[in-house]
């Protein structure tokens, strides 16, 4: 593989560690940051395992999986992370407070050319490239989960990124093998607003009781040819990251995007998704399969929120018409979280 330059990448979460397995793949050192030694390492390892179930299914060598792998360096020293990088992609959590500290100490330590960008599903680039006063070179780039395999890459220009930045990044998507699009800054850009609005809606389906958690799934992928199930797609993003998105996208949009209460209810009890192995599905070695507690949840809050249903008995025919119809009205137009 031809030398190429350094890239770090900040966070090494669900987004972080996929993002890093390209660029290695792609034959770019790579530098994984986290904010200890351990998340930073634990995002290696998950590296580790999918080279491993790509090399199971004759897609790797070995060789190639051990050079990959070696691309890669996990660490918790950000200076050392960004030193000399042609190139830092920032996929710490959505909070834009989190992400400007982050991207002033990275502009501390970076080449003062390093290209600064933000996997950001739906903050500002404008507002991060102002507050961090290098906004020529601040830009979007939001991959899609899991990033080695998603073709898309959504380049997202910030009012003052320079011509020159758009052209590197535009260069790097071809280099990953990426197709990409070009898209003005805007809450949402050009994907998540769309993204969670039926996510969020399949959540609120699901509170009513219209059909199950699988059904509903089930409903967009074999009637719609979606690939994967809005809801079964939210375990993979991770609840939590679609909260963020939505809580922002309802302050800048409206009404549209309020979040579900059933969403808000499963973050809080710490219930993310794949990533901690429960969310809308349980999730094992073998794929999803169906969550019993969800079912308690829906229950609670239709009994907490609407005196409908009596305890353990979810599932059966809703008790009365008239309430139901109440409850859609309501539940439709929720304005209590
Ligand atoms: N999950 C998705 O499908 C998806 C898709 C596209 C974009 N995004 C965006 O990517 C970003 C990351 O999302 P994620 O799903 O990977 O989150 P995640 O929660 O899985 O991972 C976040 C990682 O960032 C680390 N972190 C926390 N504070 C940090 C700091 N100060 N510096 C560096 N790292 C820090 C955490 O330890 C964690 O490992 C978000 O902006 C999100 O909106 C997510």
């Given at each position: 593989m031809s030398q190429k330059p350094p890239v770090a990448i900040l966070g090494a979460g669900t987004m972080g560690h996929g993002i890093a397995q390209l660029t290695a793949q792609r034959g770019y050192p790579t530098r994984l940051f986290d904010v200890s030694q351990q998340a930073a390492d634990a995002g290696q390892a998950k590296v580790q395992a999918a080279l491993a179930r790509l090399a199971d299914k004759g897609k790797l060598s070995p060789e190639e999986k051990q050079q990959i792998l070696g691309n890669i360096t996990p660490t918790d020293d950000l200076r050392r992370a960004v030193e000399g990088a042609s190139?830092?992609?920032?996929?710490?959590?959505?909070?834009?407070?989190?992400?400007?500290?982050?991207?002033?100490?990275?502009?501390?330590?970076?080449?003062?050319?390093?290209?600064?960008?933000?996997?950001?599903?739906?903050?500002?680039?404008?507002?991060?490239?102002?507050?961090?006063?290098?906004?020529?070179?601040?830009?979007?780039?939001?991959?899609?989960?899991?990033?080695?395999?998603?073709?898309?890459?959504?380049?997202?220009?910030?009012?003052?990124?320079?011509?020159?930045?758009?052209?590197?990044?535009?260069?790097?998507?071809?280099?990953?093998?990426?197709?990409?699009?070009?898209?003005?800054?805007?809450?949402?850009?050009a994907t998540s607003r769309l993204g969670v609005v039926i996510g969020a809606e399949a959540m609120r389906m699901a509170e009513q009781g219209v059909a199950s958690v699988v059904d509903i799934d089930r409903a967009m992928e074999l009637g719609y040819r979606h690939p994967m199930g809005p809801l079964k797609l939210t375990d993979l993003v991770g609840l939590d990251v679609r909260l963020s998105i939505l809580d922002h996208l309802h302050k800048e949009l409206g009404e549209a995007f309020r979040p579900p209460a059933l969403l808000r209810q499963l973050v809080r009890a710490g219930r993310l998704g794949k990533k901690t192995g429960i969310g809308f599905y349980r999730w094992t070695d073998k794929g999803p399969e169906p969550a019993p507690f969800l079912a308690k949840a829906i229950r609670s809050l239709l009994l907490r929120e609407h005196h409908l249903v009596a305890p353990g008995n979810f599932g059966a025919p809703l008790l009365d018409t008239a309430k139901v119809l109440a409850l859609q009205r309501e539940v439709g137009s929720d304005r209590r979280t």
């Open positions: 190139l830092v992609i920032e996929a710490a959590p959505e909070k834009m407070e989190l992400k400007v500290e982050l991207f002033t100490r990275v502009i501390e330590a970076a080449p003062a050319d390093a290209l600064l960008a933000s996997n950001t599903s739906s903050l500002s680039i404008t507002e991060l490239g102002q507050r961090t006063g290098q906004a020529h070179r601040v830009l979007g780039l939001h991959f899609f989960n899991p990033p080695p395999v998603m073709e898309l890459l959504e380049i997202v220009r910030g009012v003052a990124t320079s011509e020159e930045s758009l052209a590197r990044a535009s260069e790097l998507a071809r280099d990953l093998g990426k197709t990409s699009i070009l898209v003005r800054d805007f809450p949402g850009f």
